[in-house]
C-alpha cells in the first residue's frame, strides 16, 4: 500500500473514533461531577479494542494491514484520549482532588492494561 492510501485509512479511523469520542462525552452521565468517567471509560474501551484487533491482526488474518491501521491506529487512536486525561489528572490535582486523581491514574493504568489483556485473550478465544 502506498503511503498516501494507509495516511488517509488512519486519517478515516481517526475521524471516525473522534467522533465516536465526542459522542460518549456528551451521553456519558458521571456519576460523581467532575469526575471524567467519559475519559475512563473511552480509554478503558479503546485498550481492549487495541488488545483485541491487534491480536487478530498478529495470530488470524481477520484484520488486514489495511484494517489495523484504519481500526487500532485511526480509530482506536482517535477514539482514546490520553491527552485529555493527562491535563484532567492535572485538573484534579490543581483542585486538591488527590482521591480522585488517585482513582483516575490507577483505574485508566491498571484497568487500561487489563482491558487490554483481556481483550487479547477474547481474540485468542475466539480464534
Do not use: H
Amino acid at each position: 500500500m502506498k503511503q498516501a492510501g494507509a495516511v488517509l485509512l488512519v486519517g478515516v479511523g481517526g475521524f471516525i473514533g473522534s467522533m465516536a469520542r465526542y459522542l460518549v462525552a456528551l451521553t456519558f452521565v458521571p456519576l460523581v461531577p467532575g469526575f471524567p468517567f467519559a475519559t475512563l471509560t473511552v480509554n478503558l474501551l479503546g485498550s481492549f479494542l487495541i488488545g483485541f484487533l491487534s491480536e487478530l491482526a498478529v495470530s488470524t488474518t481477520l484484520v488486514s494491514p489495511e484494517a489495523r491501521l484504519l481500526l487500532v491506529t485511526g480509530f482506536c487512536g482517535g477514539f482514546t484520549t490520553f491527552s485529555a486525561y493527562m491535563f484532567e489528572n492535572a485538573a484534579l490535582l490543581k483542585d486538591g482532588q488527590l482521591f480522585y486523581a488517585g482513582i483516575y491514574l490507577v483505574g485508566t493504568i491498571i484497568g487500561g492494561f487489563v482491558a487490554l489483556y483481556t481483550g487479547t485473550l477474547f481474540a485468542k478465544l475466539w480464534t
